[in-house]
């Protein structure tokens, strides 16, 4: 089976989510599957393709265009999935953070590891990235409403 993950970062840097994305492509590729992952990189690039430990990484394009930026972010990863990789069997959200993403009849699950909420509510107003997190919260809300439906409409038709 191909696995195509999306989580808002991946080793080398990486925190909890990243981390337990890469755990788990780790554990799922040493059991015969391939996975593949999908992770915010910069603004220069449509992506950039490197291998964290046996692990195909596309880091693809993300414009800190707040409170626009997941909607960005998800046109650019779909661009990605559509032209270069194509042939999923599956899409693993890990939330948050991460856009909703859809690819014709592809199932999507999705792993929350926290939420747009509870994060705003841990930064405090820290600095003009946590403003921003605060402007954009409606919007990060609506997302993860969005990727839990998807979620269970995929589950439900599977």
């Not at 509510?121 to 921003?132: F, P």
């Amino acid at each position: 089976m191909k696995i195509c993950m999306i989580t808002q970062d991946f080793p080398p840097k990486a925190r909890g989510a990243g981390q337990y994305a890469y755990k788990l492509a780790k554990g799922l590729r040493d059991r015969g599957h391939e996975v593949v992952v999908l992770t915010r990189g910069s603004s220069n690039a449509l992506y950039t393709l490197d291998n964290f430990d046996g692990i195909n990484v596309y880091r693809v394009r993300f414009v800190k265009a707040y409170p626009f930026h997941l909607e960005l972010h998800r046109k650019f990863i779909e661009m990605v999935l559509r032209e270069e990789i194509k042939d999923c069997d599956i899409l693993h959200l890990h939330t948050p953070s991460v856009p909703v993403v859809q690819i014709g009849d592809i199932p999507v699950v999705s792993t929350f590891h926290g939420t747009a909420y509870g994060g705003s509510k841990r930064r405090g107003h820290k600095d003009v990235y946590s403003i921003g997190i605060k402007l954009s919260l409606p919007l990060l809300i609506n997302t993860e409403k969005r990727i839990i439906t998807v979620s269970y409409t995929h589950l439900r038709a599977h």
